[in-house]
């Protein structure tokens, strides 16, 4: 079975940084682009940031220069360093993993930017 678990997300002030962690099972992290993808409420889910097998990334405008996505291939396990972070960035975060013949989704976590 697949499972990919997110941990890392609370609550922090405005310019603080947190990082959030995918840890997978069941499927090898570096064959999958890796992503993660956001959902404040009453919005759509957004892509923030992803990776590739190749370890290529690409991030939203919105975050680009903020955050960091990097892969750890001993953990099997996907990060999101978050820095100067800013209220619109609340939302639920999820990490997501895809190739062509299949995809998953973790649970997301929490992260709250508020003063």
């Known amino acids: 079975q697949v499972q990919l678990v997110e941990s890392g997300g609370g609550v922090v002030q405005p310019g603080g940084s947190l990082r959030l962690s995918c840890a997978a099972s069941g499927i090898i992290a570096s064959a999958y682009k890796m992503g993660w993808y956001r959902q404040a409420p009453g919005k759509q889910r957004e892509l923030v940031a992803s990776i590739t097998s190749s370890s290529w990334t690409n991030y939203a405008d919105s975050v680009r220069g903020r955050f960091t996505i990097s892969r750890e291939n001993a953990k099997n396990t996907v990060y999101l360093k978050m820095n100067s972070l800013k209220p619109e960035d609340t939302a639920v975060y999820y990490c997501?993993?895809?190739?062509?013949?299949?995809?998953?989704w973790g649970q997301g976590t929490q992260v709250t930017v508020s003063s």
């Open positions: 997501n993993a895809v190739r062509s013949s299949d995809g998953y």
